[in-house]
Nanobody, 127 residues
Framework: VQLQASGGGLVQAGGSLRLSCAAS????????MAWYRQAPGEERELVAR???????NYAEKVKGRFTISGDIAKNTVNLQMNRLKPEDTAVYYC??????????????????????WGQGTQVTVSS
């Protein structure tokens, strides 16, 4: 399974950016997709998550400013980031929780539950 993320960049405080991510590969089902971020010297933290049922959850720091959306069935997720702050500066990582097909021969289907990370995209917010 591969994740391709796009978006990010440099923006002034108060501005907006949109991140997009698409997962591809031998995916049987996608259970959830999410965005995490990691600032220098900090641990990676959850930003926003959406599950197959459309339930979303957000870090308190971004509630009301960020919106996660997408089509989980099509393995795509977006993160709209508004009213950005300098403290939002970080590398943002796409994350997916899937059932991955190992083999599918005749009536025999084998899969495993796995999670994968994208390569990360830099978001820099200047003050």
């Amino acid at each position: 399974v591969q994740l391709q993320a796009s978006g990010g960049g440099l923006v002034q405080a108060g501005g907006s950016l949109r991140l997009s991510c698409a997962a591809s590969g031998s995916i049987l089902n996608t259970h959830a997709m999410a965005w995490y971020r990691q600032a220098p010297g900090e641990e990676r933290e959850l930003v926003a998550r959406v599950n197959r049922g459309g339930v979303t959850n957000y870090a308190e720091k971004v509630k009301g400013r960020f919106t996660i959306s997408g089509d989980i069935a099509k393995n795509t997720v977006n993160l709209q980031m508004n009213r950005l702050k300098p403290e939002d500066t970080a590398v943002y990582y796409c994350y997916v929780d899937v059932s991955e097909i190992l083999s599918n021969v005749g009536d025999s289907l084998h899969y495993r539950d796995m999670n994968y990370w994208g390569q990360g995209t830099q978001v820099t917010v200047s003050s």
